[in-house]
C-alpha cells in the first residue's frame, strides 16, 4: 500500500499516545508523508463516516490508521508503538 497520509488518534491523559504520536512525526517526516492528528472526543463527522467505510473502528487509542490510494489500513490500535516498529509496518506495506 502505498501511503499517502498517516491519521493519528489520542485522548487525554492516554498514557502511550504521546509516545505513539511522536512515533507518526518521525516517521512521517522521513518518509515525507503527511500527518494529522485527531483527539477522539472531537472527530469530524466525515472522518467519522470514512473510517467506517473503511471498516475501522477506533476502540481505544492510541490508534494509527495509514491512508493510501486502496483505502485506509489500522496499523495501531491501544498499543504503545516505537518508531522502529511504525517505520518497519509501512516498510513491509
Known amino acids: 500500500m502505498k501511503v499517502s497520509k498517516l491519521l493519528v488518534f489520542t485522548q487525554e491523559n492516554c498514557p502511550n499516545c504521546p509516545v505513539a504520536k511522536k512515533a507518526a ?3 512521517s517526516e522521513e518518509f515525507h508523508i503527511p500527518l494529522e492528528v485527531f483527539d477522539v472526543t472531537k472527530l469530524p463527522e466525515e ?3 470514512e473510517l467506517l467505510q473503511n471498516q475501522i473502528y477506533i476502540a481505544s487509542t492510541p490508534a494509527i490508521v495509514a491512508v493510501g ?3 485506509m489500513q489500522l496499523l495501531v490500535l491501544g498499543d504503545p508503538v516505537s518508531y522502529e ?3 518497519n509496518m509501512l516498510i513491509k506495506g
Open 25 to 27: 512525526e518521525k516517521v
Open 47 to 49: 472522518l467519522e463516516f
Open 69 to 71: 490510494e486502496d483505502g
Open 85 to 87: 516498529e511504525l517505520r
